[in-house]
């Protein structure tokens, strides 16, 4: 929730866009390579900061050496974000290179809550050691299956389009793999039952069900794990017909439910039900989907809320940015009740999918 | 049920048919699915480098300090 909330406020307002992009170099890693950093030079160099972060996920300033110049988990209201990128910019001054011993700023919450500060050893030599052995090399994993971008809007009663995009419970997009051997299964269903109207192998008809609804991750209905809610699935019709010698038609409902009165972390209460009518088509050949089209228009009924930040506590409605940044970890209170559309689109794994709109490039000014 | 939810979807595609014009050529459902996307979205306005090692490199390149956001993957293409 923490990086829902982190770029619904704090990263939503163009000064700080702007900000980040001429005065700073964007970095994201993944919560767990910074909880459980690797023995490879990245691992080395997150294991450095690591010591002095504050909680799970963070925003931090570094300098040129990685020394952790600056943590802060939630901000005193929204004009502090920009006092903690003024704060950061003067201790990269004083520390640009990493060469000294350093003590890290550490604040709960920005400016008042300030912690112990983290020490830190000097680090020039040791960084730019590692960095000669990657020599900027940094490979992404390969990638096996089709990339498939989903979109899900909420609709008015009019069934238009709401403008909102920022927060998840409105829009969402979201980009995901369908795995090979799932791909394979349904082509395997295909073949075996000729002409004929089949149920959709269940491992697929779960993975389109677990991807379509608004909201932040908490939200995922049949999500596994310690944090994950009571699930149900009343209604699943989904199926595929053969349309062609390579084409199958995909149809069908869907109704799937999570909720959780009380998760006893950070007793988030949340519940979600959504109910989708499908349409779609896939494209495949002996082995390989190479094209998923899949339209799935419905309803959706959510709420979110946890004792840090409640619907109760703000009169019913959403607070403003100013108090939503300094609840980052547990995110904003929300409850809907709408229409909702959710479209796929896939394309193999060698063909091009641009996972951004295709106005991308005049944005990045 | 079944008669709302197909009566509703019906009532949707009108809509997003009205709303969005299809770009020539497409296919209807794929022009459907990509009126949905947002263009000039907030999470695409900053290109975040994905590990600190490229950060790292870049930072010495520009002298400026990193801004790091610890995600749940990358910030730019999933929900979180």
Known sequence: MFAGAVRETVLSDPNVINRLKSQFVPVAIRAADLNFPGIDGEGQLIRTIAPSKLAQQGLCVLNSSGQALSWVVTFRDGKSVESFLDRSLELFRANPNGNQPWRTERYMQFPEGRTADGLVEPRYEQCSSILLKANGSVVPPPSSGMLVRLTGRALDQHGRLLADTLQQEHYVEHKVELPSYMQQQLINAVKANGDNRFPLPTLLANWIIEQAYLGQLDMQPLREGPHSGYNQ????????????????????????????????????????????????????????????????????????ESFAASLSKHGGVCPSRDTLVQFLPSGHPFSIDCPVVFGFEGLAANSHLSIVPSNKESNRE | MRTSLNALFV??????????????????????????????????????????????????????????????????????
């Not at chain 1, 039900?273 to 959706?300: A, C, N, S, Y």
């Not at chain 2, 497409?26 to 949905?36: G, V, W």
């Not at chain 2, 002298?63 to 293409?77: H, R, S, T, V």
């Open chain 2, 11 to 80: 009532a949707g595609l009108v809509m997003l048919a009205s709303a969005d014009p299809a770009p020539a050529n497409a296919n209807p459902l794929q022009s459907q699915i990509e009126s949905l996307r947002a263009p000039n979205h907030y999470w695409h306005r900053i290109t975040w480098k994905k590990s600190l090692t490229e950060g790292l490199i870049e930072a010495r390149r520009s002298n400026k300090p990193i801004f790091l956001w610890a995600f749940i993957d990358n910030p730019d293409e999933e929900r979180c």
């Open chain 1, 233 to 304: 699935v009343p209604v699943c019709t989904l199926y595929a017909q053969r349309n062609g010698a390579n084409g199958i038609d995909i149809g069908g409902e869907t109704e799937v439910s999570v909720s959780c009165p009380v998760r006893p972390e950070d007793g988030a209460n949340y519940s979600n039900h959504i109910k989708l009518h499908w349409q779609g088509f896939v494209e495949f050949d002996d082995t390989t989907i190479h094209k998923m089209l899949l339209l799935g228009r419905g309803v959706e009924q959510a709420h979110w």
